[in-house]
Structures are given as structure tokens and as C-alpha cells.
């Protein structure tokens, strides 16, 4: 609004128009999903993460990335058939 408008305005009513607007919503965090291991599998992660220098966590975040480039190319579509195959190949 013009500066003139807001002058016609009562102090009262204008300011709540002062008030910043809300933040945008934060974009969406990652989720976590807790897996359950023998003592020995746990055992050869953490050796593995060892050699690799990364945590364990990184070495299951790579599997599960891998396992699920490998189902997008068994189903030809990223979204593994969701989206009734219409979105871009591997996209
Ligand atoms: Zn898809």
C-alpha cells in the first residue's frame, strides 16, 4: 500500500502488518529407519568402516543406496512402479 493509505490507517491497525512474515516451512529432514544386526555383522561393519574411514552409518547408507539403484533398474522407473512408469528413467 502507498505511503498515504497507511497514514489513514490507526497506529492500533497497522501494526500487526509490521509483524515479519512466518518463516518458509523447513525443507524435509532425512528419516531414519533403526536396523537390527547380529553381534557379527556389527562386528564386520565397523571393520569395514574402519578401513573405508567412514562411520557405519555411511556404509549402510551406501548399501541401501546401491540396493535401491539396483531395484530402480529391475522396475525401469526410479519411483519402483509408483508412478505407473511415466517419470524419467532413473529419474
Ligand atoms: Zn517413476
Not at 19 to 28: T, Y
Not at 36 to 56: N, P
Not at 72 to 89: E, I, S, T
Request: include cysteine.
Amino acid at each position: 500500500m502507498g505511503t498515504q493509505e497507511a497514514e489513514k490507517i490507526p497506529l492500533a491497525w497497522r501494526a500487526p502488518l509490521a509483524v515479519a512474515a512466518p518463516p518458509p516451512p523447513p525443507p524435509a529432514k532425512d528419516k531414519s529407519c533403526a536396523v537390527r544386526m547380529s553381534a557379527h555383522d556389527y562386528e564386520r561393519l565397523g571393520i569395514l568402516a574402519v578401513k573405508s574411514c567412514v562411520s557405519r552409518q555411511q556404509l549402510l547408507k551406501d548399501a541401501l543406496a546401491q540396493f535401491l539403484a539396483d531395484k530402480a533398474r529391475d522396475y525401469g522407473c526410479a519411483c519402483l512402479g509408483a508412478c505407473n512408469r511415466d517419470c524419467a528413467p532413473g529419474g
